[in-house]
């Protein structure tokens, strides 16, 4: 494995390769990486000729109260990860953005919502980054979690709308062996805490599992098991649009944040018809 630092060699490493028409493929990170992270470099594997993993933690996607500053870092950690699963590039740049970046890329409509509600400038953060990381990968086929779904939904929409040619694929949400899904910010969270989140996942599978068709009755039952400090949201939604529904008739998704102390905590499921 090569570990790339400077933008200018990632790119006409990248450029060089699509010239060569060679299949690419990239799993963009923040780094501190855990299992969830690890499954995504290694699903791609097989799907690629080659496998950039990035690892930028982006100023942009983070508000001005949030945790940039602390936000967990472990390179040579996350080198020796990224290389058990099979990437071939590194890419980890000190900085991403030129001193006189000017672009702003912005996804509408589904970002009003859920993630977007609670940090108004996440969405234009992520989708700025990751059209910037395209750029410089030049990939043809990217993986997101699903552990961050809307995330998924707003990054897929922008690869449609701008016509990007890059296949984006959904990777699983991983869970650890009691539950709780896998996240770099669990490591925030006290021992009496981690064991009050388990409530989150529960509360979802509690909405799953229940065969009632009506969306509020579920949600209702989930709030009951839910154990936090605050419930930023926790509804059941159109898996593409992110709409609330009322019935629950059709796949969907039960989505939901919680927050214990000063950790948020997102996580959600998939509904059977
Ligand atoms: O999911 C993440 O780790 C980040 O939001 C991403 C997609 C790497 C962009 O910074």
Not at 255 to 262: D, M, S, V
Request: glycine content about 6%.
């Amino acid at each position: 494995m090569d570990i790339i630092h400077s933008v200018d060699t990632m790119h006409a490493l990248a450029l060089g390769w699509r010239a060569r028409g060679k299949k690419v493929g990239f799993v963009p990170t923040m780094g501190y990486l855990h299992r969830g992270h690890t499954t995504l470099i290694e699903l791609m594997r097989p799907r690629c000729e080659l496998l950039v993993v990035s690892i930028y933690v982006n100023p942009l996607q983070f508000g001005p109260t949030e945790d940039l500053t602390r936000y967990p870092r472990d390179p040579d950690g996350d080198a020796k990860k990224c290389e058990a699963a099979g990437c071939d590039i590194l890419f980890m740049p000190e900085s991403l953005y030129p001193p006189d970046f000017r672009t702003t890329v912005n996804v509408t409509g589904i970002t009003s919502r859920w993630e977007g509600a609670e940090r108004p400038t996440h969405f234009a953060g992520v989708a700025t980054v990751v059209c910037r990381l395209f750029g410089l990968v030049q990939p043809t086929v990217a993986m997101f979690g699903e552990k961050d779904y809307q995330q998924f939904t707003v990054l897929k929409s922008m690869a449609r709308d701008l016509a990007m040619g890059i296949e984006i694929v959904p990777g699983p949400l991983v869970r650890d062996h009691d539950g709780l899904a896998l996240s770099s910010r669990n490591v925030y969270l006290s021992t009496e805490d981690r064991a009050r989140a388990l409530s989150l996942h529960q509360a979802l599978y509690a909405i799953r599992d229940s065969r009632s068709p009506s969306a509020k009755e579920r949600i209702a039952l989930a709030r009951e098991k839910l154990v936090c400090d605050k419930v930023d949201y926790l509804d059941i939604v159109d898996p593409d649009t992110l709409e609330p529904v009322e019935l629950v008739n059709r796949p969907l998704r039960a989505i939901a944040t919680a927050r214990y102390g000063r950790t948020r905590l997102l996580d959600n499921v998939a509904i059977g018809p």
